[in-house]
């Protein structure tokens, strides 16, 4: 039988394979082994079609109970080997999403454990060592092409390598208008190597998760699930909010709420939540930088510490609002935020190649890397940070994409495959924010270009990288493009990363690129 896998097959294969790996560790596991085979069997019973007959050797969790690790293994490994094969020969990107897909779901198997048992170690070995040896057979072939199909933009490349010969390490860009689809790279993928980074590279997208989650939420507000001017604490009673905050003012930044990474006042003063790569925090930070924090700790040291103003008030960018936002999707839907994700945004739109990481710090290859530098012992040290937990941001900057897929999103968002027309009105009604050309609305940034038109946005930057997201409001162009570079607790390349930015959009937008003046080190 020869079969041609789509993008919703590929995005249910690595569900299916989430739910394995998740069903082989429950089996070993110390901790919460009911939960996490729940969770399993959910995933494997959305294997039908063509995805069914990879997997159909393979039980759906039913007949799976009081089994061994090795027994569930014995049976799951050929499946996971069977995917890998056919992967490799029709996508072989593909098969480096859905070897990381595995891996993540090894990890958070692990992290709802505690500590592994002997058996569950094993188990990820083997996984690890099956899923190796596939990948380096399509080596060889998951190269992208440097620019699409069509003709070359001489302007975009050069506006590229003009970004990297101001100090960024890579930059990827992909650009969709009225010529057609063009993506090219400029740098390197890693500090001393000589590859250029990926085309289509995995990111951590940083705070372009908010617009994903915010999407997410006003889905079920169409369904009636959710009330925009509801009180937050009605859903989420358990963290005595103040009753002022509606779920509104979470998605616009109008709660008030403390940002659970610190806050920087108008008279300068500066009061940390945890650690953060900048600032004083910074070494803590490295230090710690595979801890795991769950989003009900964040929350809860956010409203440890005074609000900024009363609910409604004012406007000021806070995480805390949107890991509240994650709580309140898994308290109404009563499944996490992966799953709903998955099943309402990623797998329609077939982004086979986002993430939802919660904890764990590995990133699909390909990828370009992101490095840091700090002085320890009146030394300087530059470290490669490109795994690392993400739970630190959570839902304020946690998912991992691609150019490609941040592209098909906001296309598709601002085109109306997601929403209904009049949520997808409110979401991009703009709001002053009192901040030059930033009004918000519900997830989204409304900003005028230099040329007087008008583009939805969010952008997210994470420690060493940036990911770019615009689109026009009718998703006729967009612009997603990574930038990656050697991050300080200094910010030190914070003028530099603004002025690419706006090289970019102008150049994307305008027809023409502005010329800022270089900051000098």
């Known amino acids: 039988m020869t079969i041609t896998l789509s993008d919703q097959d590929k995005s249910t294969l690595r569900t299916a394979a989430y739910g394995a790996v998740s069903l082989m560790a429950a089996a070993g596991a110390a901790g919460q082994p009911h939960k996490i085979a729940a969770n399993g069997g959910i995933a494997l019973g959305s294997t039908t079609g063509l995805i069914g007959h990879v997997l159909a050797d393979y039980p759906k969790g039913k007949d799976l109970a009081g089994k061994s690790v090795a027994e569930i293994a014995d049976r799951v490994l050929p499946a996971l080997t069977a995917a890998m094969s056919l992967l490799k020969k029709q996508d072989p990107a593909e098969a480096d999403n859905f070897r990381g897909t595995v891996l993540i779901a090894v990890e958070t198997a692990q992290m709802y454990q505690g500590r592994p048992s002997p058996a569950t170690a094993e188990m990820a070995r083997k996984i690890t060592e099956a899923l190796d040896a596939a990948r380096a057979a399509a080596?060889?072939?998951?190269?992208?092409?440097?620019?699409?199909?069509?003709?070359?933009?001489?302007?975009?490349?050069?506006?590229i390598e003009e970004i990297v010969?101001?100090?960024f390490l890579a930059v990827s860009l992909r650009v969709h208008d009225e010529r057609g689809e063009w993506a090219g790279s400029a740098g390197v993928a890693e500090l001393g190597g000589t590859a250029k980074p990926p085309v289509n590279g995995h990111a951590r997208i940083g705070s372009n998760t908010k617009t994903f989650t915010?999407?997410?939420?006003?889905?079920?507000?169409a369904e009636g699930k959710i009330e925009l001017d509801t009180p937050a604490a009605d859903y989420l009673p358990e963290f005595g909010l103040d009753r002022r905050i509606t779920v509104r003012m979470l998605?616009?930044?109008t709660s008030g709420l403390f940002n659970f990474t610190g806050e920087v006042y108008d008279d300068g003063s500066i009061v940390h939540g945890i650690p953060v790569p900048y600032?004083?925090?910074?070494?803590?930070?490295?230090?710690?930088?595979?801890?795991?924090y769950r989003p009900e700790e964040l929350v809860q040291l956010a409203l440890?510490?005074?609000?900024?103003?009363?609910?409604?008030?004012?406007?000021?960018?806070?995480?805390?609002?949107?890991?509240?936002?994650?709580?309140?999707?898994?308290?109404?839907?009563?499944?996490?935020?992966?799953?709903?994700?998955?099943?309402?945004?990623?797998?329609?739109?077939?982004?086979?190649?986002?993430v939802v990481p919660d904890a764990s710090p590995e990133i699909p290859e390909p990828h370009a890397h992101i490095y840091y530098r700090y002085e320890e012992a009146s030394q300087q040290k530059t470290i490669d940070i490109t795994r690392h937990n993400p739970s630190w941001v959570s839902t304020g900057g946690d998912m991992i994409s691609t150019s490609k897929d941040l592209a098909t999103f906001i296309s598709s968002l601002v085109g109306g495959k997601l929403l209904p027309a009049p949520l997808l009105a409110e979401m991009c009604t703009p709001h002053a924010t009192g901040l030059p050309n930033m009004d918000y609305g519900l997830g989204v940034f409304v900003q005028k270009t230099d040329c007087g038109g008008t583009v939805i946005t969010h952008n997210g930057g994470t420690v060493g990288s940036m990911t770019l997201m615009y689109s026009t409001p009718d998703g006729s162009k967009t612009l997603t493009a990574v930038l990656n570079w050697v991050d300080d607790a200094?910010?030190?390349?914070?003028?530099?990363?603004?002025?690419?930015?706006?090289?970019?959009?102008?150049?994307?937008?305008?027809g023409e690129q502005a010329d800022p003046a270089q900051p000098s080190d």
Request: net charge neutral; proline share 4%.
């Open 304 to 354: 440890s510490k005074p609000a900024r103003f009363a609910p409604g008030t004012g406007w000021s960018y806070s995480n805390t609002n949107y890991v509240l936002a994650r709580l309140l999707i898994e308290k109404v839907t009563g499944r996490s935020l992966a799953e709903e994700m998955q099943e309402r945004i990623l797998g329609p739109l077939g982004l086979s190649a986002t």
């Open 251 to 253: 998605l616009q930044h």
């Open 214 to 221: 915010a999407t997410l939420v006003l889905q079920l507000v």
């Open 490 to 510: 200094d910010l030190s390349i914070a003028t530099r990363v603004q002025n690419a930015q706006q090289k970019l959009v102008n150049e994307v937008f305008c």
């Open 165 to 167: 010969e101001s100090g």
């Open 279 to 292: 600032g004083t925090t910074g070494k803590e930070w490295v230090d710690n930088r595979f801890h795991t």
């Open 139 to 159: 080596a060889d072939s998951k190269a992208m092409p440097e620019a699409a199909a069509g003709q070359d933009r001489p302007e975009l490349r050069k506006a």
